[in-house]
């Protein structure tokens, strides 16, 4: 079974800012993420893995950290 996505706070433009500001490779990689689902680019943590080159639990947890503040 699939697990639901968080509800994303930032609106598209507000994501684009900052994977531009961002200077850490890591966190601009979970910027990515969010700004693939906000989009509509991807629609589950699957796709957005393979988009990544991430494994799907991998992008689960970043899911559950950014869920968690």
Do not use: C, F
């Not at 706070?9 to 507000?14: A, H, L, M, T, V």
């Amino acid at each position: 079974m699939n697990k639901a996505l968080p509800k994303l706070k930032e609106d598209i433009s507000q994501l684009e800012d900052m994977l531009k500001k961002e200077k850490d490779a890591r966190l601009k990689e979970r910027i990515h993420m969010l700004y693939l689902l906000k989009s509509g680019q991807s629609k589950n943590r699957t796709s957005v893995a393979n988009m990544l080159s991430k494994h799907r639990t991998t992008i689960g947890t970043w899911l559950l950290t950014y869920e968690n503040g």
